[in-house]
Structures are given as C-alpha cells and as structure tokens.
C-alpha cells in the first residue's frame, strides 16, 4: 500500500495553495511515496548504538594563549594619518552624515 494517497496529496496541495491537474497529483502521489519510502530505509539505518554527532571528525579548537605584549601608543598609531582629532582617525564625511 501506498505511504501516501492521491486524496493526501490533493489535501496538501490546497493547504500549499497549488493548483494541481489530475496528471500532477497521480504523478506527485508516486514521487512523494519514493520518497517516503526512501526515509524510511534511512531511518532504519539509523542505530541505536551510534552516537549523536554533528560532526565525525573530533574537532577541537585551535588557538594561541591571549599574551598581553606592549603595542603602540595613540599618538604612534596617529602619526601616519592624514589627519587626526580627538585621539582618532579624522576621515571625510559619507552619505550626507549630519553630525
């Protein structure tokens, strides 16, 4: 027996909002069916005793110690700017940008 009827598939196509020829539905009915039917094999593939992973390779994450190490100062970071106010770069207006 079929997993799902041409009367399923008609009822889904209202609640999709599609128009469906008579055609369409016999067609979609078989396709939603072997489609069905391959969900099935894989869920019972699926085995109890497999673990639920998001990913089979262990995954860890690779990063360096935060080290604090001295930088620039704001006046050393400044001074290759074209300009400079208030301790920032000073850069021109986009957009219109009232201030």
Known sequence: MPAISRDEV???ARLS?????????????GQLDSIL??????????ADDVPPTANPNPVTNVTRPDVIVPSLT??????GAP???????QVPQILGEEQ
């Not at 039917?37 to 699926?46: D, F, G, L, P, Y």
């Not at 300009?83 to 770069?89: H, I, P, Q, T």
Request: no cysteine; proline share 3%; hydrophobic share 45%.
């Open 10 to 12: 008609a009822h889904l």
């Open 17 to 29: 909002r599609l128009a469906l020829s008579d055609s369409e539905l016999d067609q979609f009915a």
């Open 37 to 46: 039917n391959h969900v099935k094999t894989v869920a019972e593939v699926a």
């Open 74 to 79: 704001p006046e050393q970071a400044l001074s």
């Open 83 to 89: 300009a400079a106010e208030e301790g920032r770069f």
